[in-house]
């Protein structure tokens, strides 16, 4: 949901984040940049500025009726409310949506959850990890003489985001045409069965619905990822068709390898895959992978670097295209200052979707939207003093003395951290190292 609203957000929707300083957002406490928590910690989380830059933030204890009243208050001028609790939790605040549309009867609701609001499953909760197995998509990540794995990633996570977001924006031209709110139930574990629906059909109907293929092509060869000079360099490319198996051969040096009978099709390349595997990684690991990766595109072979997060901070294109934004951070952050982070992945024709401001600090615009709302300052103070609202976690909640810090050799060696650059700052042009 985080990303979902972000891309709302980038689109120029005003987004109000709305978290309790009794349980705040678990994502504001990792990673700390530069591997420091800073004095206020909870303000510095890579995993919450990320997807939080271009909204509006404050806090509301909705277990308490002075929150749950405001709540109401703040949905009466909102055309939309995104939610991503279990099922039960809206419903126990008193704030469901047969409440909600009492209060604004065109409003369009989106709840995310694990597996939906019907069904035997909509009381678990989720998490984007085991999504993918509970989905289906796990058996077919990893190698075919391997166990199923998961990608390394919340994969589930980011596909749901854009298609909450999306069914917001039909949801409002509904609306616009009908003059009628909806309540969108978006089951993320429906999201992910979309991605092996060729498995799921072959299955119905009765077939083999397939396993695990490793890094290879079901039609083309050869397919894979292949080492290249360095520490854990890669190159990534497909085969497709005997013209490109022709270009890579003459790449290899092998021109004679298009008229042995192993290699003439691709379906004898497949059966193959392993002598081919063998030949191209015995070329691609006396080049660096950009190299390799541009030798095979300039033979007509669809190629790419396997990049880390640095790699792709450097990336000519993506620096070309202005991919990456800067945003400043305010100064209750510490040393946070101004830092690059992932723009839109589109362009549209006329509008700035841009980052206009960074992620905003917990309970940062409780005064302006509050006001907005008509809860003047003496309503705030009163709030403020009975912990309905505010601006640092409760106490106990989060003591800064709990936020362990894992120098970078152990993150190194954990295989977290591949290593580190303490001149990162320089190379991508934010000053000098060790300057904010």
């Known amino acids: 949901m985080p990303h979902a609203t972000r891309l709302l957000a980038d689109l120029g929707a005003d987004v109000i984040k709305v978290e309790s300083c009794v349980r705040p957002d678990v994502t504001r406490v990792w990673p700390f940049p530069d591997n420091e928590p800073g004095e206020e910690f909870w303000n510095r989380g890579g995993i919450y500025n990320e997807p939080n830059r271009n909204k509006r933030a404050i806090t509301l204890d909705l277990r308490t009726p002075q929150g749950v009243e405001v709540f109401k208050r703040l949905i009466a001028t909102t055309d939309v409310l995104c939610e991503n609790y279990t099922p039960r939790v809206m419903t126990q605040f008193g704030l469901g949506y047969d409440v909600l549309v009492s209060v604004k009867s065109d409003l369009i609701m989106l709840s995310s959850t694990g597996f939906g609001h019907t069904g035997p499953w909509t009381a678990y909760t989720a998490w984007g990890f085991t999504l993918e197995p509970t989905a289906g998509i796990s058996h077919y990540v990893g190698r075919p003489d391997g166990p199923p794995l998961r990608t390394?990633?919340?994969?589930?996570?980011?596909?749901?985001?854009?298609?909450?977001?999306?069914?917001?924006?039909?949801?409002?031209?509904?609306?616009?045409?009908?003059?009628?709110?909806?309540?969108?139930?978006?089951?993320?574990?429906?999201?992910?069965?979309?991605?092996?629906?060729?498995?799921?059909?072959?299955?119905?109907?009765?077939?083999?619905?397939?396993?695990?293929?490793?890094?290879?092509?079901?039609?083309?060869a050869p397919q894979g990822i292949y080492p290249c000079a360095g520490a854990d360099r890669w190159v990534a490319l497909t085969v497709a068709g005997d013209s490109a198996f022709a270009a890579l051969?003459?790449?290899?040096?092998?021109?004679?390898?298009?008229?042995?009978?192993?290699?003439?099709?691709?379906?004898?390349?497949?059966?193959?895959?392993?002598?081919?595997?063998?030949?191209?990684?015995?070329?691609?690991r006396t080049l660096g992978a950009e190299e390799a990766a541009a030798r095979l595109q300039q033979a007509g072979i669809p190629a790419a670097v396997a990049m880390s997060n640095r790699d792709l901070l450097t990336d000519a294109h993506l620096r070309e295209?202005?991919?990456?934004?800067?945003?400043?951070?305010?100064?209750?952050?510490?040393?946070?200052?101004?830092?690059?982070?992932?723009?839109?992945?589109?362009?549209?024709?006329?509008?700035?979707?841009?980052?206009?401001?960074?992620?905003?600090?917990?309970?940062?615009?409780?005064?302006?939207?509050?006001?907005?709302?008509?809860?003047?300052?003496?309503?705030?103070?009163?709030?403020?003093?009975?912990?309905?609202?505010?601006?640092?976690?409760?106490?106990?909640?989060?003591?800064?003395?709990?936020?362990?810090?894992?120098?970078?050799?152990?993150?190194?060696?954990?295989?977290?951290?591949?290593?580190?650059?303490?001149?990162?700052?320089?190379?991508?042009?934010?000053?000098?190292?060790?300057?904010?």
């Open 152 to 220: 390394g990633i919340a994969y589930v996570d980011m596909p749901a985001a854009s298609i909450g977001a999306y069914g917001v924006l039909a949801a409002l031209r509904h609306r616009r045409r009908t003059g009628r709110g909806q309540w969108i139930d978006l089951a993320q574990y429906e999201v992910g069965v979309g991605f092996i629906a060729e498995a799921v059909v072959a299955a119905a109907a009765g077939h083999d619905p397939g396993s695990r293929t490793g890094n290879r092509h079901r039609a083309h």
């Open 249 to 284: 051969c003459a790449l290899l040096d092998r021109p004679d390898l298009p008229e042995d009978a192993r290699f003439a099709t691709e379906e004898a390349r497949r059966v193959h895959h392993g002598e081919l595997d063998a030949l191209i990684g015995a070329w691609s």
């Open 321 to 436: 295209r202005g991919f990456f934004e800067l945003a400043t951070h305010p100064a209750q952050t510490g040393d946070l200052g101004t830092r690059p982070y992932p723009g839109m992945a589109v362009r549209l024709d006329g509008d700035d979707c841009r980052i206009r401001r960074a992620a905003p600090l917990l309970g940062h615009d409780n005064d302006e939207v509050l006001a907005d709302l008509g809860v003047d300052a003496a309503e705030r103070a009163d709030l403020e003093r009975d912990g309905v609202i505010g601006r640092r976690p409760a106490a106990g909640r989060m003591p800064a003395a709990a936020q362990r810090v894992v120098d970078y050799p152990q993150l190194v060696e954990s295989g977290l951290v591949q290593e580190h650059d303490p001149a990162f700052k320089e190379r991508l042009g934010l000053g000098r190292a060790g300057e904010a």
